[in-house]
């Protein structure tokens, strides 16, 4: 009797169904390469930020809880500075944004991080340029319990229409970026350091 031999042949996931042009929504869904380098900073803008702490300003690098950290104190002017290239798959009109995630070991108390952007057309601007700069519009975060709970901060890179000083952002520009807490400012001021986890740094180039 003749052997009989069966083949299944899959190209996806098993009882796949063509995904959803927008946004995911389920954990099986697929998604472009232009969204995942609008969001995930992929095509020249992703992978981990590298920042720069500038010497007298530098706020203290540790290792806490197994992360890397740098602790920005509540009563010096402390600032890092990074650079992100605006990916490819970036739609021009979509604010930039950046992401980051802080602890405190206090429960109470406020703590005000704030980013300054300036935009670097690549032939166009010199590197320390400060002519087209955009100064984040994010609040101060107010802490509770428990004690180092992770706190998600999201700063605006551009204005809501994608711009620096009325400038549109597109494919292949750099924005310096200068991260600080503004102490001063701050309703209540924690008095401990806040500690941003390095690793956390997220840019986001959609709405």
């Given at each position: ?12 996931p ?19 390469l ?13 992978g981990?930020l590298r920042?720069?702490?500038?010497s007298?300003?530098?706020?203290l690098?540790e290792?806490?809880?197994n992360l890397d950290?740098y602790r ?7 600032e890092l500075?990074?650079?992100?290239r ?7 009109g979509n ?6 995630l802080?602890?405190?070991p206090s429960t109470?108390?406020n703590?005000?991080?704030?980013t ?10 010199a590197i320390?340029?400060t002519?087209?700069?955009h ?8 802490l ?8 998600e901060?999201?700063?605006d890179l551009?204005?809501?229409d994608g711009?620096i000083?009325?400038?549109?952002v ?10 600080t ?6 309703s209540?001021a924690?008095s401990e350091d806040?500690?941003y986890?390095?690793?956390?740094a997220v ?5």
């Open positions: 009797m003749p052997t009989v031999r069966e083949y299944q042949f899959i190209t996806g098993e009882s796949s169904s063509p995904p959803t042009v927008g946004t995911p929504t389920n954990p099986e869904d697929f998604v472009t232009q969204y995942a380098d609008a969001n995930y900073g992929a095509g020249g803008g992703g981990a920042w720069t702490d500038e007298g300003k530098a706020p690098l290792v806490e809880h950290v920005f104190a509540s009563d010096a002017d402390q500075w990074t650079l992100i605006v990916p490819d798959g970036y739609v021009a604010q930039v944004k950046l992401r980051i802080v602890f405190s109470s108390g703590v005000f991080m704030k300054t952007a300036y935009l670097i057309r690549e032939a166009t601007d320390d340029s002519t087209n700069s100064n984040s519009t994010n609040s101060e975060i107010t509770s319990t428990p004690s180092k709970e992770g706190r901060i999201e700063f551009t204005d809501a711009e000083n009325s400038i549109d597109a494919v292949g520009d750099y924005i310096k970026v200068k991260l807490r503004d102490w001063g400012s701050e209540s924690d806040t500690r986890i390095i690793s956390s840019p986001k180039f959609t709405a």
